[in-house]
Every structure is written in structure tokens, then in C-alpha cells.
T-cell receptor, first 113, second 115 residues
Framework: AQSVSQHNHHVILSEAASLELGCNYS??????LFWYVQYPGQHLQLLLK??????LVKGIKGFEAEFIKSKFSFNLRKPSVQWSDTAEYFC???????????FGAGTRLAVHP | AAGVIQSPRHLIKEKRETATLKCYPI?????VYWYQQGPGQDPQFLIS???????DKGSIPDRFSAQQFSDYHSELNMSSLELGDSALYFC??????????????FGNGTRLTVT
């Protein structure tokens, strides 16, 4: 069965610091990978997705993620975080052409001014 | 732009009562997914519908049922509620079963509290 593991449950950063959130998945076949963000009191929003091609994916709001197949990883990065990036971040995986997502436990990011 | 609408936003029920959650997908979206997110937990897939037919089933208890109607809105019916059913219930919609062309759009969720 597919599973997603996010290493950090809580991350606290100061503004302008760099961010990297870890995500590993377990699945032997072809996977589609996603990062979603959930701002306080809001719904899940898609940050970026990977299906195939260039393993370095650029998303909205300056986020990017790198798919490393050999490590079954899809880490999220941002060079310089802002206070407005305070949110919970979920890594998710699906297989084939389907939208049924398996989510990781989420990482709660707090950015201090 | 129109988003996924869920109602009600908040719902408080007592144990053993029933609850009905509604989801109105983005116009022209034909696929609906239901997720349950317990306190401090990741969203868990419950069930999905495509063109009014159940397309996939996840960790949905037998006490729950759902359907998608002709106008593509969906309802999640929950009976014999238990304290452990307290959670945020997300609905998401997409245009088709193809996640590449149509990523999921999530609603704001219904927060169910069972007392």
C-alpha cells in the first residue's frame, strides 16, 4: 500500500530563512506527487505537482520541489520564507491517472517576523 | 471564481445521532472526493464519485454512506455517530479521473463535533 512520510511535524523559522520540508513515499510503481498548503482556517490549496519530466518542479509563491526517484523523496523548498508562509504543508501521492490522494501527516510551519 | 462549497461549516451532534454533510463541486466538475481529517491528523480518503457512480472507496465506516446526485452535488450521510467521528470533513472536486489535467480543488470543510 502507498504511504507518505513527512519528517518534520513542526518547523519554526525566521523570515528570510531557507526552508526544506522532507517527504518520502513508499510505492513501487509510477506515482504522481503533490504538495498542498493549508493556511489557518482555510482549505487545502495545491502548491505544485510532479507527474513526469523535469524532476525539479516550480510551484506558486516561490516554492519548488525536487523528485529524487532513487530516494523516493519529494522535498519542498523555498529559498526565503515570509511570515505569510505560516501554514500547514501536506505532501501527497497518487498513482496512475487518479486523483485519490494519500496524504502525509503534515508539517506545521511557523514563520516569525 | 466559484469554489467547492460545503455545508454546513460547523455541526454539533450527540452520540448515536445522524448527520448529513453536503458538497457542491465547482461547476462542470464531475468527480467528488470525501476526506476525513481528525484533530492533528492528515486527511484520510473516504470515498469518491465519478458521474454519479462510486469510483473508489477508502476507510469509510459502514455507518457512513454517500451519493452523488444528478446535479453532481454529493452528500455524506453519517449514522450512529461516535465521539471518534469528530473531525474536519473535506470535499474536493475535479473535472475527471485524470489528476494531471484536473487537480483537486478542496472545499473549506465541515467541522463535525460529536458530544
Amino acid at each position: 500500500a502507498q504511504s507518505v512520510s513527512q519528517h518534520n511535524h513542526h518547523v519554526i523559522l525566521s523570515e528570510a530563512a531557507s526552508l526544506e520540508l522532507g517527504c518520502n513515499y513508499s510505492y513501487g510503481g509510477t506515482v504522481n506527487l503533490f504538495w498542498y498548503v493549508q493556511y489557518p482556517g482555510q482549505h487545502l490549496q495545491l502548491l505544485l505537482k510532479y507527474f513526469s519530466g523535469d524532476p525539479l518542479v516550480k510551484g506558486i509563491k516561490g516554492f519548488e520541489a525536487e523528485f529524487i526517484k532513487s530516494k523516493f523523496s519529494f522535498n519542498l523548498r523555498k529559498p526565503s520564507v515570509q511570515w505569510s508562509d505560516t501554514a500547514e504543508y501536506f505532501c501527497a501521492v497518487s498513482s496512475g491517472g487518479y486523483n485519490k490522494l494519500i496524504f502525509g501527516a503534515g508539517t506545521r510551519l511557523a514563520v516569525h517576523p | 471564481a466559484a469554489g467547492v462549497i460545503q455545508s454546513p461549516r460547523h455541526l454539533i451532534k450527540e452520540k448515536r445521532e445522524t448527520a448529513t454533510l453536503k458538497c457542491y463541486p465547482i461547476p462542470r466538475h464531475d468527480t467528488v472526493y470525501w476526506y476525513q481529517q481528525g484533530p492533528g491528523q492528515d486527511p484520510q480518503f473516504l470515498i469518491s464519485f465519478y458521474e454519479k457512480m462510486q469510483s473508489d472507496k477508502g476507510s469509510i465506516p459502514d455507518r457512513f454512506s454517500a451519493q452523488q446526485f444528478s446535479d453532481y452535488h454529493s452528500e455524506l450521510n453519517m449514522s450512529s455517530l461516535e465521539l471518534g467521528d469528530s473531525a474536519l470533513y473535506f470535499c474536493a472536486s475535479s473535472l475527471a479521473l485524470d489528476s494531471f489535467n484536473s487537480p483537486l480543488h478542496f472545499g473549506n470543510g465541515t467541522r463535525l463535533t460529536v458530544t
